[in-house]
């Protein structure tokens, strides 16, 4: 294990629960991945990001699911598409399952 966080570290940084309004494929990307556009609502409104989650979900099926994701880190160039927020899941063998709340909550709501 890394070495630990202090809360006060961890307390820095925002996650927060958003809900793709636009996914499509992002061939261009040299891992397979999905661009997807995340609502996180009125303080911050739509953010771009590239995911390697091809593996368990089709562009299509990920438009209006809610995702938990970070959006303090600095944006990331990933070839042509600027990066804004990076969205978390698990990995397994299968592939990458995204986190989300067990129930709808209004997009840009925080974890913590």
Not at 24 to 47: H, K, M, N, S, W
Not at 48 to 74: C, K, T
Request: glycine share 8%; hydrophobic share 45%; charged share 20%.
């Amino acid at each position: 294990m890394d070495q630990p966080l202090t809360p006060a570290e961890f307390e820095r940084v925002d996650l927060r629960v958003g809900r793709v309004v636009e996914a499509r494929d992002f061939p261009e990307a040299r891992i397979p991945a999905v661009q997807l556009y995340i609502d996180f609502g009125p303080e911050l409104g739509v953010l771009h990001s590239s995911a390697r989650i091809v593996d368990r979900y089709a562009p299509a099926e990920l438009v209006g699911r809610q995702v938990v994701a970070v959006v303090n880190f600095p944006p990331r160039q990933i070839g042509p598409v600027l990066s804004r927020c990076l969205v978390l899941g698990t990995l397994s063998e299968g592939g990458v399952s995204l986190l989300a709340p067990d129930h709808d909550v209004l997009p840009g709501t925080r974890i913590g």
